[in-house]
């Protein structure tokens, strides 16, 4: 008697199979992770801005010149996911803007003198959407 060695045409499809499955289903939830943990890049760097803008406004009494490099205010430096823009400056009123780029194309979060913080999402990831009252952190408009 010989004995036979290996694996038979239909077990090494039944694994195949197996790992299509389990790839069909690991491949989105990791993307989904690296988008969320891009996220704070911008959320936390809105969130200090907004405390040195208000520190500008306690020195000055108003927004105007603040974003600018020799201000206790100065824009945040752009990241590798995201570009910072300061817009709205006036008397009482403010907008800093964080803007996606590369793999966060599409995201834009925002925040105002009011502390209204948004986030927008177009031609993002699929799921991923807009909200005007929160920073979305996760799939379906979850915020933070």
Known sequence: MSSNRGFTLIEVLVVVVIIGILAAIALPN????????KIPEATSALSTMRSRMEQYFQDNRTYVGACVATTIAPKPADTKNFTFACSNLGVSTYTVTATGITSMNGF????TQSNVRATTITGGPAGWT???????????GTCQ
């Open 130 to 140: 807009s909200n005007s009252s929160c920073w979305v952190t996760g799939k379906g």
């Open 108 to 111: 834009d979060f925002t925040i």
């Open 30 to 37: 990791y993307a989904d992770y690296v988008i969320r943990s």
